[in-house]
């Protein structure tokens, strides 16, 4: 076994120095010094996380070396890590309850860590020992213990912790057993149990399915994850287990203990770059429940922000404009777009802007009359340093609204923005040449804020058109109401790329028209 990283968090707020006193000598009224010693009983280096009860107040200091501190209780915490031959190595993670009252030292001794296990009745195909990540926190200090933590993972076999019965302690771990699917088990407990760990069953179990489909992404690689979120905060928060580091298209299964679970994507750059990604909504999952997450189906359309009339103005964020819809707003990638307002025929304002290294970019151009406007959007995708694949879908998006508009009224615009859902597409998001496609079709609206007069709109109307020829010529869809949504039937070429309009209307006039280029691909 080959050492990648350890478990390591510090509170936000908390100071952290690297080895010297974290408070002044005029305040300090103690000193702390803590030895660490390995399972064979020599001194090891290890860096001591030191954590104030109840303030929270962190430190971190080298071991053996003494910190300045004032009188009180504090957590002295850490993973001792030993080398081994080949490669091989184990960690022992341990804590203590110390009272600092002038000079104090504690030592915190490998030999005193039990072996922490775990058993699953695991298929035939799981054939090594299950992987271990681990760390103990300072369970009632903070509404969210994993801050104040210190942990490693290790193999079972490795991988040990001191017990502690202290109600100031917790301990959380993660194991995973590998095979064809993964199974991953979570515990937290109060204090360090003498006999730390647990055994599982498969039948109670739940399943979290991964479907990552390719060709709407600026990359290729993803690498998905996913961690423990507990409702109620503890040693468990923040584990987590990577699924599968791998280029798309691709599908993985994970079978994980009943609880509450964030999913994950980090897509990486051929240079090394996170370059999108993001956390689609926590889900939590009963004994024998199945859920699948989807990153990347087309298509990849506007997900935030309608237009926004006050302040005598028209004001436009272009946030989120091109994203994935199963991921939500933080699963959008930067884009350089083109606004203009319209009165009539004439512009009242045009700016390019991009929301790429910076905060949300903002269009607002004064209003001085009540009238009918037109605002459009015209976005790309944009990612300076990185070279797009050749044929990436949803590379652009516009949007236009026509509208009314009162500068002596505060409101959100009467607008809408669509989602497109193509169904019956491949994982590289195509449809079979000259077929027909079924397109799930969503016109929605979001509040944008509590201080915007937010009114309820009705589509009175929804329109759809394909196109096969990057936009040149439109064809009319033959569109169904259906629900809460619509159901568009799309002909499709025997090549090539599909893009998709929307038209929505309501009973005032007001209109909303979204087009998303490359919406999916033939093949």
């Not at 109600?167 to 730390?196: C, E």
């Not at 976005?379 to 694949?389: D, E, N, Q, S, V």
Request: hydrophobic share 35%; charged share 15%; proline share 5%.
């Amino acid at each position: 076994m080959v050492r990648r990283r350890s478990l390591a968090f510090a509170g936000v707020a908390a100071l952290v120095p690297l080895v010297a006193s974290a408070v002044s000598a005029q305040a300090a009224s103690g000193s702390l010094a803590v030895t660490t010693l390995g399972r064979h009983g020599a001194k090891v280096a290890t860096t001591v996380t030191v954590v104030a009860v109840p303030s929270g107040q962190t430190y971190s200091v080298a071991s053996g070396k003494r910190i300045s501190l004032p009188s009180g209780r504090y957590l002295a915490m850490t993973d001792i890590w030993e080398h081994g031959t080949e490669g091989l190595g184990t960690d022992t993670i341990g804590a203590q309850v110390v009272q600092v009252s002038g000079s104090t030292s504690v030592t915190l001794d490998a030999r005193k860590g039990k072996a922490v296990k775990v058993s699953l009745d695991t298929p035939a195909d799981v054939t090594e020992a299950p992987r271990i990540s681990a760390q103990v926190c300072a369970g009632t200090v903070s509404d969210m213990p994993s801050a104040f933590s210190a942990g490693g993972w290790n193999y079972q076999g490795s991988l040990y912790a001191i017990p502690n019965s202290s109600r100031l302690l917790q301990f959380g771990y993660m194991a995973r057993w590998t095979g064809h699917d993964s199974y991953v088990a979570v515990k937290n407990t109060t204090g360090i149990p003498a006999a730390p760990g647990g055994s599982y069953k498969r039948a109670s179990l739940a399943t979290m399915r991964f479907s990552v489909r390719s060709g709407t992404q600026m990359a290729q690689q993803h690498d998905t994850a996913l961690q423990a979120t507990p409702k109620t905060d503890d040693c468990t928060t923040d584990l987590m287990t990577e699924v599968r580091d791998d280029s798309a298209p691709y599908s993985a299964t994970v079978h994980v203990t009943p609880g509450t679970w964030q999913p994950r994507d980090d897509i990486i750059a051929s240079n090394g770059d996170d370059v999108g990604g993001g956390f689609p909504k926590v889900r939590t999952l009963r004994a024998g429940q199945s859920f699948t997450q989807s990153f990347g189906r087309a298509a990849w359309s506007p997900m935030h922000y309608l237009p926004m009339i006050g302040g005598r103005s028209v004001t436009f964020i272009p946030d989120a404009l091109i994203g994935d819809p199963d991921v939500g707003v933080n699963g959008a990638d930067p884009t350089k777009e083109t606004v203009v307002l319209k009165k009539g025929g004439t512009t009242v304002k045009k700016q390019t802007l991009t929301n790429w290294g910076t905060g949300d970019a903002e269009f607002s151009a004064g209003i001085r009359s009540a009238a009918w406007y037109d605002l459009s959007v015209d976005a790309h995708r944009y990612r300076p340093g990185i070279t797009f694949p050749a044929g990436m879908l949803s590379s652009r998006v516009t949007l236009d609204w026509h509208f009314k508009a009162d500068p002596a009224k505060s409101m959100v615009a009467p607008g809408f923005m669509t989602r497109f859902l193509p169904t019956g597409l491949n994982s590289r998001n195509q449809a079979a040449p000259s077929s027909t496609t079924t397109v799930d079709v969503s016109a929605g609206r979001g509040s944008q804020g509590p201080d915007l007069r937010f009114t309820q709109v009705t589509a009175k109307s929804v329109r759809v058109w394909s196109s096969a020829d990057g936009g040149r010529t439109w064809k009319a869809a033959t569109v169904r109401h259906s629900g809460s949504t619509w159901q568009a039937s799309v002909h499709n070429p025997a090549s090539g790329a599909v893009a998709l309009r929307s038209e929505v209307t309501d009973a005032a006039g007001d209109r909303s028209v979204e087009t998303v280029y490359r919406a999916y691909a033939i093949g």
